[in-house]
């Protein structure tokens, strides 16, 4: 029984000199699906069947100016890959040009978008600057205001001081005069009893 021997990727790229990538893009146009197969991890297994086309494909590279195209018809036409290989080529690149044509409509739709928000907003910046020369004017009738309520600030700093002078200079009058008054007042009791002079109590008591 004979033991098919799958070979990764990597392997084979290394066997025919060649980049992974280039070795992607051939499996499509020269390896048939049950030749190869992808394990768990995404990565490509080759068999021994496929290794032996792709290293024909190499050398035919090699060998002449022939393009990737002209080694798939002549593969063909020797009986070496099937002939749906080229029709599945054929409906890949319709797929691709299907693909390339929905992106090139996003695109163009994007593109359009982004052209009515740049006209929006070219609109919107030429209604900003006729409002400039009325706001310029807003911002100096500002400007000026500002500028009078801080000269009455000012003037208030200064009223407020006087009067705050005035009435220290007040309070201390006030206060000498209460000082004055204190020491001027007749120190006179309100204990009846003590009217009468020492005196006066001593004749009494003889």
């Not at 080229?86 to 929905?102: K, Y």
């Amino acid at each position: 029984m004979e033991i098919q021997v799958w070979m990764a990727s990597k392997e084979v790229a290394d066997r025919l000199n060649v980049h992974v990538r280039t070795l992607r893009n051939w499996l499509d146009l020269f390896v048939p699906m049950q030749e190869r197969l992808k394990n768990p991890q995404g990565h490509y297994l080759i068999s021994e069947t496929g290794f032996e086309l792709l290293r024909e494909v190499k050398e035919r590279k090699d060998a002449g100016n022939s393009s990737l195209r002209e080694i798939q018809k002549q593969l063909i036409d020797e009986g070496k890959l099937p002939a749906d290989m080229l029709l599945q080529d054929e409906a890949a690149s319709a797929d691709e040009q299907s693909i390339a044509l929905t992106g090139q409509a996003s695109l163009n739709s994007a593109f359009h978008e982004v052209e009515l928000t740049v006209q929006e907003t070219l609109v919107q910046f030429q209604q900003e600057l006729t409002q400039l020369s009325s706001l310029y004017q807003m911002q100096s009738t500002i400007l000026q205001k500002i500028a009078d309520i801080e000269e009455r600030q000012e003037s208030l700093r200064l009223e407020m001081r006087r009067v705050t002078f005035e009435m220290d200079l007040m309070q201390q009058r006030l206060t000498r005069r209460k000082e004055r008054m204190i020491r001027h007042q007749p120190r006179w009791s309100l204990n009846p009893f003590r009217w009468f002079t020492r005196s006066d109590r001593s004749a009494t008591a003889e």
